[in-house]
């Protein structure tokens, strides 16, 4: 017996609640499938009072469980039943990835690296600039910001529908990090050199405000984490203005890749055969 990682065990799975609507079954399932690797990756519905009793029951490994994703609304208690866990995720304070080494839980939070490897995948040098704007200042936005600090943006213009959850971010990531209320978008917007949208406007179709994506920068790149549909409200209106954008389903692919890497030992990719598989099941 050459390799050792024939001893450990190959089940994953994504844990939340409720947890039917989840795509990392479909996602993981075809790289354990093309990659011909024996394992599998499950849903696991858990509320909220029974989380605790989960973790315990995948570290001391009687779930048969080698880790996993985790989701709404258990990514910060995840965070905080972990044994070890980085820097980036404790200053997001919610994980969602999880695997068992060493009888210890670690975990670590995936989003952020989803996020720029989305971007980057385009080749459109989408950090080049100084200045972004993030809409929303929820969950999703924190890792964004992180993830546009680390990038070197010296300028990030969070506008929220409530000042006080933009002015809470501001004061979690520190100075280049403005808080303003959603009547400030445009005015921030002007020059600006990135535009994200990490709120549920637009999703499914839904109205999404007119904004004025004219006022960016010529070759600003504008990206939208909403992924259904792929062509969100946002995206549409910076299209018609001639501006580059990248749609959000990319985050939703990259972002599975540490924990898939981890739990089955080998990295899988993400290209169009994945994306098409995706979007069949939207
Ligand atoms: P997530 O973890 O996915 O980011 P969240 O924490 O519920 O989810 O945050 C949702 C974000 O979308 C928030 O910024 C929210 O604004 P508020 O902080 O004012 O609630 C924003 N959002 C949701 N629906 C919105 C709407 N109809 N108009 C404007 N902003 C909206």
């Keep these: 017996m050459s390799d050792s990682r024939e ?8 844990v939340g609640y409720p947890i039917k609507h989840s795509r990392s079954p479909l ?5 354990l ?4 690797i024996v394992g599998t990756y499950e849903r696991v519905a858990v509320s909220p009072e029974d989380f605790a009793d989960f973790i ?3 570290k001391s490994g009687a779930l048969g469980y080698c880790g996993g994703n985790v989701t709404i609304p258990h990514k910060e208690a995840a965070h905080a039943l972990a044994d070890e866990t980085d820097a980036l995720t404790d200053e997001l304070g919610a994980a969602n990835t999880l695997w068992v080494d060493d009888g210890k839980l670690k975990a670590t939070n995936t989003d952020g690296i989803g996020f720029t490897s989305n971007l980057d995948d385009r080749h459109l040098g989408w950090d080049r600039g100084e200045t972004a704007v993030v809409l929303g200042a929820g969950g999703a936005s924190r ?4 993830a546009l600090r680390e990038r070197g943006f010296r300028e990030i213009h969070v506008v929220n529908r409530t000042l006080e959850r ?7 990531f520190g100075p ?10 445009a005015e921030v917007m002007q020059g600006a050199d990135f535009f994200v949208n990490t709120t549920s406007l637009g999703m499914d179709g839904d109205p999404a405000p007119i904004l004025p994506f004219h006022s960016l920068e010529s070759d600003a790149v504008v990206t939208d984490i909403v992924y259904v549909p792929l062509k969100t409200a946002f995206l549409d209106q910076a299209e018609r203005v001639g501006l580059a ?3 959000g389903l990319g985050m939703l692919l990259h972002q599975a890749v540490p924990g898939f890497e981890k739990w089955f030992g080998k990295r899988p990719v993400v290209d169009e055969v994945l994306r098409a598989l995706v979007i069949a099941d939207m």
């Design 245 to 247: 954008t990248v749609d």
């Design 56 to 58: 315990a029951g995948v």
């Design 166 to 172: 933009a002015r809470e971010l501001a004061h979690r």
């Design 176 to 185: 280049r990090v403005y808080p303003h209320a959603m009547e400030a978008c």
């Design 33 to 36: 499938k093309t990659m011909g």
């Design 7 to 14: 001893t450990i065990n190959h089940h994953a799975f994504v």
């Design 27 to 31: 996602i993981h399932g075809h790289w």
């Design 143 to 146: 890792a964004v910001i992180q």
